[in-house]
């Protein structure tokens, strides 16, 4: 019986270790593939407590396997931003203007009612009421509502993380060539450019640690160029 805890609480110890080097944030926020390496890791765990003859090696060598694997995973996604892309998916927008964008259902393989159902636990009861709505690589969906009494609209990424929103662009009526022009005014490329936002009047632009020029300052878009 004392063995028996004994391994469980070492094999909860090495979970939770595992875990925080991770850096794991809530379910709800997991991507697809740290959810595939949760899963591993809670399904390895139970190996040396249900089977009490194995050494709790069989557990830990694995656990910390994983481990790597998923600290290795998250670290080329932050070099590789192709790689990130590959390993987590882009957000996908499937309401613009009111409008339900159906050939992006069909890409993601969601129905109508999968949407409205989200749409409901955010509030929102018709598509009209939304200037856009976005599903997210983990599954949950971001809205933002119709601008009401001439107030911005809500900023949307054009450049994240070395990906051009091309869809993004083509919502507010500019092309790359634009962005590449506001860009050269600030004498920056896109590779040097952590993140770029845009509302249709307001450029935000948080360059990387790294990229030289002037501190950019957010200016009317075309009116930038």
């Known amino acids: 019986m004392l063995a028996s805890v004994f391994r469980t609480v070492v094999v909860y110890a090495a979970v939770i270790t595992a875990m925080r080097l991770m850096g794991k944030r809530q379910l709800g926020e997991l ?68 409008e339900v964008q159906q050939q992006a259902l069909q890409e993601l393989r969601i129905t109508a009612s999968d949407v409205m159902e989200a749409l409901r636990g955010k509030e929102y009861f018709s598509p009209a009421e939304l200037l856009w709505a976005t599903v997210e690589p983990n599954g949950s969906i971001s809205t933002a509502p119709m601008p009401q009494n001439g107030k911005a609209p809500p900023m949307l990424p054009l450049l994240l993380d070395g990906t051009l929103y091309r869809e993004n662009l083509a919502f507010w009526g500019v092309d790359a060539a634009w962005l590449d022009a506001c860009l050269t005014e600030r004498q920056l490329q896109q590779r040097d450019v952590l993140l770029l936002l845009y509302n249709g009047k307001d450029l935000l632009i948080v360059p990387r640690q790294n990229a030289k020029g002037p501190p950019p300052k957010g200016r009317p878009g075309k009116d930038a160029v």
């Not at 830990?60 to 396997?65: A, E, G, N, R």
């Open 31 to 98: 991507q697809p593939a740290e959810l595939v390496t949760t899963f591993l890791i809670s399904n390895v765990a139970s190996i040396c407590i249900d089977e009490p003859d194995l050494p709790l090696s069989a557990s830990i060598v694995p656990i910390f396997l994983l481990t790597a694997l998923e600290i290795l995973n998250s670290t080329l996604a932050w070099f590789c931003p192709r790689y990130a892309r590959l390993l987590f998916g882009k957000p996908v927008t499937v309401i613009v203007r009111g």
